[in-house]
Nanobody
Framework: EVQLVESGGDSVQPGGSLRLSCTTS????????IGWFRQAPGKERQGISCLSNSDGTTYYEESVKGRFTMSSDNVKNTAYLHMNNLTVEDTAIYTC????????????????????WGQGTQVTVAS
């Protein structure tokens, strides 16, 4: 059974940092791309980052570029989203997903190729 479980969400002050984890099982982690998505209240889901474990390709949405970084631990089958200099606009539910396709700009078509999703973890940034 394929599973993705997010953890690490929390409430932090602006300027703070968090590391989200996406622990996976049930598929060959090394061959998959892990993507991070977020949905803020009243807004549509947004693809913010992905990392291909097979070739190392990454993508970062413009608003998080330079502040967020993805990494993977292929022994633990876990992907991470390192978030620095958080702002109130980063408040959202963060969800990870897996696809056997490479890491590409998250168009609606590419998002449809993510076959497995986690349940999400809440990140709240407030002073």
């Amino acid at each position: 059974e394929v599973q993705l479980v997010e953890s690490g969400g929390d409430s932090v002050q602006p300027g703070g940092s968090l590391r989200l984890s996406c622990t996976t099982s049930g598929f060959k982690f090394d061959d998959y791309t892990i993507g991070w998505f977020r949905q803020a209240p009243g807004k549509e889901r947004q693809g913010i980052s992905c990392l291909s474990n097979s070739d190392g390709t990454t993508y970062y949405e413009e608003s998080v570029k330079g502040r967020f970084t993805m990494s993977s631990d292929n022994v633990k089958n876990t992907a991470y989203l390192h978030m620095n200099n958080l702002t109130v606009e980063d408040t959202a539910i963060y969800t990870c997903a897996a696809t056997p396709v490479g890491c590409y700009y998250p168009s609606d078509y590419v998002i449809s190729l993510y076959s497995s999703w986690g349940q999400g973890t809440q990140v709240t940034v407030a002073s």
